[in-house]
């Protein structure tokens, strides 16, 4: 049997600018941490020759080009099985739709058991740009690249994207004692909602290829931000990182409808009011997590519980996507 896992992300900048609508033309920038939270792959041979994939469905074929589910039938395309005697199953520490990366975790967890499997060297790199070729090119979703690589790479990590495509992979230089307390004073509370990202992506997307002037500016702002996140987190400015969370949000939902909702303000109003320095909402926007940084958790976390969210307590994860059986 082979298991391998990939972990999911939290954005901390700059997010948005990875979609090729936006890179192409200006450039991208953001800044991700991988999180110990993951989505695990399980791949082992069977008896019969079928293919066997289970998720949130199961699914029993005789052949890659039958599976339903899209990404792992690209997947088996791209890396071919002869007569192949396989069962795929999916597990998620979180689940889908809650603004963590996780398809592009799922992807990337994917690939490598089928590499693994097949006894391919992979690198990093060319396993984070075979998951975007497979949601981007191959099955046309408006997403951007971030997910993909984080989970490949982990780590806190800044991707520069090219208007050719080319991607800039740089770990942040965080000393010891700030990454510390960056990992203590942030926290991550589950907001209830779930959505599908494409559908909230879409709108950025087409604003972008149509070079929307408010949608092209907004994106700008956000990509500043992320350069002046990358040299506060450097610098150590845990404060100064927390207050351009907050800016970030305020550009965040202005940029297309459905980003936020009444309720998911008013959590937001209520942490800033009881702690929170900065904070947002995670992923395409919609539902899914809010993250903040504050210097007084035990308060904030109290509060926010207290008005029924579900705190995820989390490290963030150094190693990337790996296979952890055999």
Same mark, same amino acid.
């Given at each position: 049997?082979?298991?391998?896992?990939?972990?999911?992300?939290?954005?901390?900048?700059?997010?948005?600018?990875?979609?090729?609508?936006?890179?192409?033309?200006?450039?991208?920038?953001? @800044?991700?941490?991988?999180?110990?939270?993951?989505?695990?792959?399980?791949?082992?041979?069977?008896?019969?020759?079928?293919?066997?994939?289970?998720?949130?469905?199961?699914?029993?074929?005789?052949?890659?080009?039958?599976?339903?589910?899209?990404?792992?039938?690209?997947?088996?395309? $791209? @890396?071919?099985?002869?007569?192949?005697?396989?069962?795929?199953?999916?597990?998620?520490? @979180?689940?889908?739709?809650?603004?963590?990366?996780?398809?592009?975790?799922?992807?990337?967890?994917?690939?490598?058991?089928?590499?693994?499997?097949?006894?391919?060297?992979?690198?990093?790199?060319? $396993?984070?740009?075979?998951?975007?070729?497979?949601?981007?090119?191959?099955?046309?979703?408006?997403?951007?690249?971030?997910?993909?690589?984080?989970?490949?790479?982990?780590?806190?990590?800044?991707?520069?994207?090219?208007?050719?495509?080319?991607?800039?992979?740089?770990?942040?230089?965080?000393?010891?004692?700030?990454?510390?307390?960056?990992?203590?004073?942030?926290?991550?509370?589950?907001?209830?909602?779930?959505?599908?990202?494409?559908?909230?992506?879409?709108?950025?997307?087409?604003?972008?290829?149509?070079?929307?002037?408010?949608?092209?500016?907004?994106?700008?702002?956000?990509?500043?931000?992320?350069?002046?996140?990358?040299?506060?987190?450097?610098?150590?400015?845990?404060?100064?990182?927390?207050?351009?969370?907050?800016?970030?949000?305020?550009?965040?939902?202005?940029?297309?409808?459905?980003?936020?909702?009444?309720?998911?303000?008013?959590?937001?109003?209520?942490?800033?009011?009881?702690?929170?320095?900065?904070?947002?909402?995670?992923?395409?926007?919609?539902?899914?997590?809010?993250?903040?940084?504050?210097?007084?958790?035990?308060?904030?976390?109290?509060?926010?519980?207290?008005?029924?969210?579900?705190?995820?307590?989390?490290?963030?994860?150094?190693?990337?996507?790996?296979?952890?059986?055999?």
């Amino acid at each position: 049997m082979i298991i391998t896992r990939s972990p999911l992300r939290i954005s901390l900048g700059g997010g948005g600018t990875d979609l090729p609508s936006y890179y192409r033309e200006h450039g991208g920038f953001l @800044i991700a941490g991988a999180i110990d939270k993951y989505v695990y792959i399980t791949l082992h041979e069977t008896f019969v020759p079928q293919i066997i994939v289970r998720y949130s469905k199961m699914e029993t074929v005789s052949s890659a080009g039958e599976i339903q589910h899209p990404i792992v039938r690209e997947a088996l395309k $791209l @890396i071919p099985i002869e007569d192949p005697h396989l069962e795929l199953a999916s597990m998620s520490d @979180i689940p889908a739709g809650t603004g963590l990366g996780s398809s592009g975790s799922f992807t990337t967890a994917l690939l490598r058991a089928l590499h693994a499997y097949c006894r391919n060297h992979v690198s990093q790199r060319e $396993l984070a740009e075979q998951a975007c070729h497979i949601e981007i090119d191959l099955l046309g979703e408006p997403i951007g690249k971030q997910d993909q690589y984080i989970a490949a790479y982990g780590g806190i990590t800044a991707f520069t994207f090219r208007p050719d495509g080319q991607v800039d992979v740089e770990p942040l230089r965080i000393p010891p004692a700030t990454l510390h307390r960056l990992e203590d004073g942030l926290v991550l509370f589950f907001t209830g909602y779930t959505r599908n990202a494409s559908e909230i992506l879409k709108d950025q997307d087409v604003r972008s290829k149509q070079k929307d002037r408010e949608m092209t500016e907004n994106l700008h702002f956000v990509k500043r931000l992320g350069y002046e996140s990358k040299a506060a987190l450097e610098a150590g400015d845990l404060r100064g990182f927390a207050e351009l969370m907050h800016g970030h949000w305020e550009r965040k939902r202005a940029r297309t409808t459905g980003m936020s909702n009444r309720q998911i303000d008013d959590y937001y109003e209520l942490a800033r009011a009881n702690g929170a320095i900065g904070g947002k909402l995670i992923g395409a926007g919609g539902g899914g997590f809010l993250l903040f940084y504050t210097e007084d958790k035990a308060r904030l976390s109290a509060v926010l519980a207290g008005a029924g969210l579900r705190e995820v307590r989390f490290r963030f994860d150094f190693a990337g996507n790996r296979v952890m059986q055999p």
